[in-house]
């Protein structure tokens, strides 16, 4: 069964960082694209970055562009998001997901969530 | 970027009614590549269909996708009380981008 564990949310002061971590069992994870996907208080969903089982390939959504990095090693099962130069409206569950087929993001995590405010 | 649009943004139905979630794409889908999400209060999505009309596995057949370029839809044949959820569409042909969703509550 697939698990994806994510971690590492918190409050954080506008202008910050935060690193997310997320840990994945029960798949082959060197072989699968993963993601982030985010959602706002209330609001609906919005896909973050995404990175090649490889880690050759990766693309950011325009809004985190230059902002965010996203990452992992193979060898832990483990996917990362490094957020810098965090805004207000970062504020969000942020989830770890696969992403197969093209993009669709059949497993998701719990989220994890991250306030950014003053 | 495609920009979906989901209507109605909240449908009130009774168990037992046929439920209609319509998503519409600002360009064309490429590949039909469109796929939709169910979200309960508190839980992650979960994906129901993908490529218009291909059911995830252990998806129940109630749940049907179809429609092709610009315009999707979601029909649920007979609501049951666990459906009552946000419903959300996601085009997954240039790049990724999500509908803002929609409701269906218990009327």
């Known amino acids: 069964e697939v698990q994806l564990v994510e971690s590492g949310g918190g409050l954080v002061q506008p202008g910050g960082s935060l690193r997310l971590s997320c840990a994945a069992s029960?798949?082959?994870?060197?072989?699968?694209?993963m993601s982030w996907v985010r959602q706002a208080p209330g609001k609906g969903l919005e896909w973050v970055a995404n990175?090649?089982?490889?880690?050759?390939?990766?693309y950011y959504a325009d809004s985190v562009k230059g902002r965010f990095a996203i990452s992992r090693d193979n060898a832990k099962n483990s996917l990362y998001l490094q957020m810098n130069s965090l805004r207000v409206d970062d504020t969000a569950v942020y989830y770890c997901?696969?992403?197969?087929?093209?993009?669709?993001?059949?497993?998701w995590g719990q989220g994890t969530r991250v306030t950014v405010s003053s | 970027e495609i920009v979906l649009t989901q209507s109605p943004a909240t449908l009130s139905l009774s168990p037992g009614e046929r439920a209609t979630l319509s998503c519409g794409a600002s360009?064309?889908?490429?590949?039909?590549?469109l796929a939709w999400y169910q979200q309960k209060p508190g839980l992650a999505p979960r994906l129901l269909i993908s490529?218009?009309?291909t059911r995830a596995t252990g998806i129940p057949d109630r749940f049907s996708g179809s429609g092709s370029g610009t315009d999707f839809t979601l029909t649920i044949s007979r609501v049951e009380p666990e459906d009552f959820a946000v419903y959300y569409c996601?085009?997954?042909?240039?790049?990724?981008?999500f509908g803002q969703g929609t409701k269906v509550e218990i009327k």
């Open positions: 997901t696969t992403d197969e087929w093209h993009g669709i993001f059949p497993s």
């Open positions: 029960g798949f082959t994870f060197s072989t699968l694209w």
């Open positions: 990175i090649k089982g490889d880690g050759t390939e990766i």
């Open positions: 360009q064309s889908v490429r590949n039909n590549y």
């Open positions: 490529a218009a009309s």
């Open positions: 996601q085009q997954y042909g240039n790049s990724k981008t």
